[in-house]
């Protein structure tokens, strides 16, 4: 999996591609949100448009990156899920916690509001 980060406005955006599944996947993305937290960047935005797997450690993954940043009183949002993850994540009730977007400039604008 790669992870490239970018910043808009006062979000950074986390554009990720490919699989995020045991071992160097999942650990691309929880070193990416460790490593912005370390920074003090505390609303990150999740572009998944480009993962085209997620297995159960990198749904987990997803879970301890949301915790993570909302210990340190933070928003992560997910941007523009595949259908397949966007099924998966409605199948394991995860829909309900993240909140999900498809248009990245609604979702800038979400973290106002």
Same mark, same amino acid.
């Given at each position: 999996m790669?992870?490239?980060t970018r910043? &808009? +406005?006062?979000?950074?955006? $986390?554009d990720l591609s490919g699989r995020i599944e045991l071992g160097e996947?999942?650990?691309?993305?929880?070193?990416?949100?460790?490593?912005?937290?370390?920074?003090?960047q505390k609303k990150i935005l999740l572009n998944m448009g480009g993962?085209?797997?997620?297995?159960? &450690? +990198?749904?987990?993954?997803? $879970?301890?990156?949301?915790?993570?940043?909302?210990?340190q009183d933070g928003e992560l949002k997910l941007l523009k899920l595949t259908r397949k993850i966007r099924d998966l994540l409605q199948i394991t009730k995860l829909y309900t916690v993240f909140e999900?977007?498809?248009d990245e400039a609604a979702a800038v604008a979400a973290f106002d509001r």
């Open positions: 790669k992870a490239s910043i &808009s +406005g006062n979000i950074t955006v $986390v996947g999942s650990s691309v993305l929880r070193d990416t949100v460790k490593d912005l937290l370390a920074k003090g993962v085209n797997y997620i297995d159960s &450690s +990198g749904v987990g993954e997803l $879970v301890s990156a949301f915790t993570s940043v909302r210990k999900v977007l498809d």
